[in-house]
């Protein structure tokens, strides 16, 4: 049987350690475009920019902050409808697209709705994350180190040996592990040995492939 090998030239014992960590979301993210269609693209600019206001509006009642906002440049485009022969020209399209980040969750299902009556009615996703990312990694890649070296003793002690220090440390990217990329044959929740994520939850992962030197 085939068993793809990371690390090409090992010189001791490899390991496969991973840890995720359920936490729930405190912001949301919602991104949306604004477009309207004219017969000129001058006519079409000016309603866009007349839309950028009203939607502003919404921004500023929900005290949205300028830091948590992402505008586009306004695009324009030739508009049509139907295909093939029953295509037709509309006119001229100019969108704006916005990234705006709410730290307030309760008031989701209000600003969404407020957005659509503002005519911001291309709303192409709101998702959850967290402000603690960066740390939870951190600790999700502590934790997945020592879930390696956790393996490496249990195979070391086998082979009536002892682990030394890491002689190679390969960082794995956990969204990798389930689509086909670097380390594919490894399901990483069935190699988690530390921790899980809870139902409903954000799940920050890590994982790292760690080669420990063998002493007599």
Same mark, same amino acid.
């Given at each position: 049987?085939?068993? #793809?090998?990371? =690390?090409? #030239?090992?010189?001791?014992? %490899?390991?496969?350690?991973?840890? %995720? =960590?359920?936490?729930?979301?405190?912001?949301?993210?919602?991104?949306?475009?604004?477009?309207?269609?004219?017969?000129?693209?001058?006519?079409?600019?000016?309603?866009?920019?007349?839309?950028?206001?009203?939607?502003?509006? @919404?921004?500023?009642?929900?005290?949205?902050?300028?830091?948590? =906002?992402?505008?586009?440049?306004?695009?324009?485009?030739?508009?049509?409808?139907?295909?093939?022969?029953?295509?037709?020209?509309?006119?001229?399209?100019?969108?704006?697209?916005?990234?705006? @980040?709410?730290?307030?969750?309760?008031?989701?299902?209000?600003?969404?709705?407020?957005? @659509?009556?503002?005519?911001?009615?291309?709303?192409?996703?709101?998702?959850? %994350?967290?402000?603690?990312?960066?740390?939870?990694?951190?600790?999700?890649?502590?934790?997945?180190?020592?879930?390696?070296?956790?393996?490496?003793?249990?195979?070391?002690?086998?082979?009536?040996?002892?682990?030394?220090?890491?002689?190679?440390?390969?960082?794995?990217?956990?969204?990798?592990?389930?689509?086909?990329? #670097?380390?594919?044959?490894?399901?990483?929740?069935? #190699?988690?040995? @530390?921790?899980?994520? %809870?139902?409903?939850?954000?799940?920050?992962?890590?994982?790292?492939?760690?080669?420990?030197?063998?002493?007599?």
């Amino acid at each position: 049987m085939y068993v #793809h090998q990371a =690390i090409q #030239h090992p010189q001791g014992v %490899t390991a496969f350690g991973s840890h %995720t =960590i359920g936490v729930e979301p405190d912001r949301a993210v919602a991104s949306f475009a604004v477009a309207r269609i004219a017969d000129k693209p001058e006519e079409a600019f000016e309603q866009v920019e007349m839309a950028r206001a009203t939607v502003g509006s @919404v921004l500023d009642h929900f005290r949205i902050p300028a830091s948590a =906002i992402t505008v586009s440049r306004t695009s324009i485009e030739l508009a049509h409808e139907g295909y093939g022969e029953n295509r037709k020209l509309l006119g001229y399209r100019a969108q704006l697209d916005y990234s705006v @980040v709410i730290d307030d969750l309760s008031c989701i299902t209000t600003f969404v709705t407020a957005l @659509v009556r503002a005519g911001a009615r291309s709303i192409q996703s709101v998702t959850y %994350t967290t402000s603690k990312l960066r740390e939870l990694r951190r600790q999700a890649r502590e934790a997945a180190f020592a879930s390696a070296r956790v393996k490496a003793d249990t195979y070391a002690k086998a082979a009536g040996l002892k682990v030394g220090r890491a002689l190679h440390i390969e960082d794995v990217d956990p969204s990798s592990l389930r689509s086909g990329g #670097h380390g594919s044959d490894v399901d990483l929740t069935v #190699h988690d040995e @530390v921790g899980s994520a %809870t139902s409903g939850s954000i799940t920050v992962a890590g994982a790292v492939l760690v080669c420990f030197a063998l002493i007599d």
